[in-house]
């Protein structure tokens, strides 16, 4: 689990859905887990550049606060301490590749605020500065060396963030499943990506854990199969809760987990287990905690027994 305190200085005017109680609901959850835990670095500029022109680095810089809040969409907003936490969720990403790829950790939990899967190349939105997942797939890629990699995205809102930055480069599968209509708008069936290589289930209200299931088992896992990637890389928003207030897809902690170990047994199977996990929605306080226990649980049982360590 990859985390830091900077994600409580991300502040949020009061009512604020994306609140600091969230991480710390989430971390509250996990504490006792047999997690080797990892604090988040900063992201090298040169890892944001990847995906987003410096142009928007440049903006957000330009907006940042002394004091109090910056609005730059309808409801993102920057406060003083918006834009280490920014730097380290992304950067936090970045390193849990890096864990992965050497070997000294099987798979990742990027628990940090704010999330990433509604920024777009030149557009922070949704409560989103940068494309955390994105960033990582990325660096997997150009760093790294991969050849392949995947996104798969099970927040109830369509990642239209992660779409934008990756849905141009062949080497990058993306997935979306979200409610619609909701906002923002977008992830129609239709939008299959610059080279096929995007695949959106638009589920409707109400859709529950068993067609949510069907879906992920019949589309995306048969698509996971067919790129054959070397990295898997997860948002996990759980505002798909039954108990979230922003939208009614009606999913439960067992959901989560089931798809989460799908996930694992899928990446075991295609990419030597390699996967991050990277906190995306969720806004019922209790439910978000409910529920990311059940999905790192379920990533420490596929990284059980540890693997050995050269040399050790």
């Not at 090298?44 to 606060?65: C, G, N, Q, W």
């Not at 649980?297 to 596929?302: Q, Y």
Request: net charge negative; charged share 20%; proline share 6%.
């Amino acid at each position: 689990m990859i985390t830091h305190e900077a994600g409580f200085d991300h502040l949020m005017p009061p009512g604020h859905p994306e609140q600091v109680a969230r991480l710390a609901h989430v971390l509250e959850a996990l504490e006792g887990k047999e997690l080797r835990r990892v604090v988040a670095p900063m992201a090298a500029e040169d890892d944001i550049l990847r995906v987003h022109p410096k142009s928007h680095i440049d903006r957000l810089r330009k907006a940042a606060p002394s004091e109090g809040w910056a609005q730059i969409d309808g409801d993102t907003f920057l406060s003083p301490g918006t834009l280490e936490a920014a730097w380290r969720a992304a950067g936090g990403a970045v390193r849990a590749v890096d864990l992965v790829m050497a070997g000294e950790a099987r798979n990742g939990f990027v628990a940090m605020r704010p999330p990433g899967h509604h920024a777009e190349r030149e557009t922070p939105m949704g409560f989103c500065l940068f494309g955390n997942v994105a960033v990582a797939a990325m660096h997997a890629l150009e760093h790294h060396g991969l050849g392949r990699v995947a996104v798969v995205d099970f927040d109830v809102h369509h990642g239209n963030g992660t779409q934008d930055l990756l849905e141009e480069d062949a080497r990058v599968f993306f997935a979306s499943s979200h409610q619609s209509p909701l906002w923002p708008g977008s992830g129609g069936a239709h939008e299959t990506g610059g080279h096929g290589n995007v695949l959106n289930l638009p589920l409707a209200p109400g859709t529950g854990g068993a067609a949510f299931r069907k879906a992920w088992e019949d589309q995306v896992f048969p698509r996971l199969r067919e790129h054959r990637p070397e990295f898997i890389f997860v948002s996990a928003g759980f505002d798909a809760h039954r108990d979230d207030p922003l939208a009614n897809l009606d999913l439960i902690e067992a959901d989560f987990a089931w798809v989460t170990e799908r996930l694992c047994a899928l990446a075991e199977e295609l990419c030597d287990g390699r996967l991050v996990s990277c906190l995306e929605g969720g806004y019922d306080l209790h439910a978000l905690g409910r529920s990311a226990a059940a999905h790192v649980d379920a990533l420490i049982a596929a990284a059980s027994p540890p693997r050995a360590l050269a040399g050790a």
